[in-house]
């Protein structure tokens, strides 16, 4: 039989399935054996994969990975493991087929191997390992997600992409092997996390994606937490995930679209250091625009005294005197105007940037403070915000106890509103810290979910400010009225003080301050101004004295 002949047969061979094959290399020949079909011999080609390359069956872009394992296997180079490569066959009617070849050296004079076809589950093992060598790779994920979509139309399906959170400072902190180590470590969890209901996939060095059929929006976050838990935690090492979701409504799209939606929503909570969760929709597009404006403008603003203190008024009900003041940023934009706090800070949230803005308002606090000191006033106190992340790690309370000592005042004018949320124990030490420094504490938006009743027991705070939506809402019913006036008469069995914020109508007040609640801050008083301005409503308030 001619080579030509063998070649072909070999190609019909490998398509049918199954193949295996020894070699004798004593004699330079090896054998071949299908599942249905008789064995053969070749002997004018030394090494099976020469002999594969030649037989044209191999796709053309995996030629180079071919003949680099040919000359391993040539050059006896093989070790005794099983040594393998996949490749994709040409075929004339499809996409090309993906096979695995496998060869093992038995000893001096023979190796075995067989030819493979791969299942779909070894080609996103595959594909996972092989991501350096492969921009082909994304192609067959694609079609093995495409072609799942058009068939499995009983399930819904989710695209679930996500990557480690700061992957380059692993890298630079524990060196690059480490970084691999921990990639592979993921790659493991993956491949036994996912079930064959799941397709799986790394995109590129820490980017992975998940494609997964899904019953409730409470299941994915269920795998993903799931997940998490099992990839977290290598060798000690600390780091977190952002993952992006993206459900999909419309099988016509391109799984490369649904992809990159899933990574858009991942990008959003990148940076955020309180949520790692985030879920795409239309409005993310343009939602990301708007925070890479800010993003862009921030640090000059900052800069260029863009960032301005404004204070609201605390009165004391019966009085209908200022008892205290909250400092509260507005962004006085060059072109913009007067931006809202709600428009930047949830940006500043995630990106960090918080911890210098909230540091430059407590020190515009501060400086305030000394201000009236020196002129002779008794100033009232102003509360600053302290935002969640600076809960993290203990350098805020250094931060907050340098501005006291540089502007040498006493600390009770300065105060402290945190939000406090119960899952967050650290957060809680942070807020302990914060007492033994001896700083007044007042509990931010009480009452609007992250705080409840249950963080009472044993609270470091001084003062609880109950929530303007706690107010608005529950003053509607008689029920409502009945569990703020419990909520008041308890918090004051316990030995807190209460604010109320968000008043709006002289019938809330009044109200509050027959449940026995003194304290108010809110529009019916007055609303956030410019310093001028409230110092205006306290000579005001001097002058009727
Ligand atoms: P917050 O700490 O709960 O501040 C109270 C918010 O309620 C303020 O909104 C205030 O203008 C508004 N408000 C007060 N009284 C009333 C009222 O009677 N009715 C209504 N409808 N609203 C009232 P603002 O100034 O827009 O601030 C929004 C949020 O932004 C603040 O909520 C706070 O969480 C955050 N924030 C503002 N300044 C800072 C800051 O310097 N640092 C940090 N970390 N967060 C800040
Ligand atoms: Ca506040
Ligand atoms: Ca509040």
């Known amino acids: 039989m001619d080579a030509n002949t063998n070649r072909e047969k070999l190609k019909n061979m490998i398509l049918s399935g199954k193949t295996y094959f020894y070699i004798d290399y004593a004699y ?33 872009d995996d030629i180079t990975l071919f003949e680099s394992f040919a000359q391993n296997v040539s050059s006896g180079r093989l070790g005794a493991n099983v040594n393998s490569i996949c490749f994709r066959v040409k075929s004339d009617v499809s996409e090309p087929t993906w096979y695995r070849l496998n060869v093992r050296i038995a000893d001096a004079f023979m190796a075995v191997g067989d030819i493979d076809k791969m299942t779909e589950r070894e080609i996103m093992d595959h594909s996972i390992l092989d991501y350096y060598t492969n921009d082909r790779q994304p192609k067959i994920y694609a079609g093995i997600i495409e072609k ?46 996912c079930t064959d209901r799941q397709i799986y996939s790394r995109l590129s060095s820490d980017i992975f994606m998940v494609v997964t059929p899904y019953s409730s929006p409470d299941e994915i976050e269920h795998f993903i937490r799931g997940l998490e838990k099992r990839m977290s935690g290598y060798k000690g090492i600390k780091y977190d995930f952002a993952f992006g979701v993206y459900y999909v409504f419309d099988r016509k799209l391109s799984s490369r679209i649904m992809g990159d939606s899933a990574g858009i929503a991942r990008s959003v909570v ?29 640090y000059p603003a900052l800069e260029n005294g863009e960032f ?29 105007g007067l931006i809202p706090p709600g428009d930047f800070i949830p940006v ?21 403070l000394r201000k009236w000191l020196d002129l002779g006033y008794e100033p009232v106190p102003i509360s600053v915000n302290v935002s969640r992340l600076h809960l993290k790690s ?36 942070m807020v302990q810290e914060a007492k033994k420094h001896g700083f007044t504490l007042l509990m931010d938006d009480f009452g609007s979910g992250y705080s409840s009743l249950n963080t009472l027991k044993s609270t470091p705070f001084d003062v609880l400010k109950i929530d303007r939506s706690f107010l608005s809402s529950f003053m509607e019913s008689d029920r409502g009225q009945k569990i703020i006036s419990h909520t008041i008469s308890m918090s004051q069995d316990i030995g807190l003080d209460l ?16 449940c026995g609640c003194n304290a108010a801050q809110g529009f019916y008083y007055s609303k956030p101004v410019p310093v001028r301005d409230f110092e205006k409503l306290m000579s005001n308030q001097y002058a009727a004295i």
């Open 308 to 336: 301005v203190m404004y204070l609201q008024a605390k009165y004391s009900i019966s009085d209908n005197v200022i008892i205290g003041a909250e400092a509260l940023v507005r962004w006085d934009h060059p072109t913009k």
């Open 394 to 429: 203990s350098e805020f309370i250094d931060s907050i106890e340098g501005l006291v000592e540089k502007y040498d005042m006493p600390k009770h004018l300065l105060e402290l509103e945190i939000t406090e949320t119960i899952e967050n124990i650290n957060a809680n030490e």
């Open 148 to 193: 799942r979509l058009e068939e499995d139309i009983e399930n819904d399906y989710a695209f679930i992409q996500f990557d480690i959170k700061n992957f380059k400072l692993i890298n630079d902190k524990y060196g690059e092997p480490v970084g691999t180590e921990l990639l592979n470590y993921i790659n493991d969890t993956l491949r036994i996390y």
């Open 348 to 368: 500043f949230e995630r990106d960090g940037f918080i911890i210098k803005l909230d540091y430059y308002i407590w020190e515009c606090a501060c400086k305030q």
């Open 499 to 514: 604010i109320a914020e968000g008043v709006e109508t002289k019938e809330q007040a009044e109200f509050l301050y027959g």
């Open 270 to 298: 990148k940076g955020n250091v309180l949520e790692n969760i985030g879920y795409y929709n239309d409005s993310l597009k343009t939602s990301l625009k708007h925070r890479k404006e800010i993003e862009d403008s921030m």
């Open 28 to 60: 330079g020949t090896w054998y071949v054996d299908g599942a249905n079909a008789p064995q053969f011999m070749i002997s004018d080609e030394y090494n099976p994969v020469e002999a594969i390359q030649k037989s044209g069956a191999v796709y053309d």
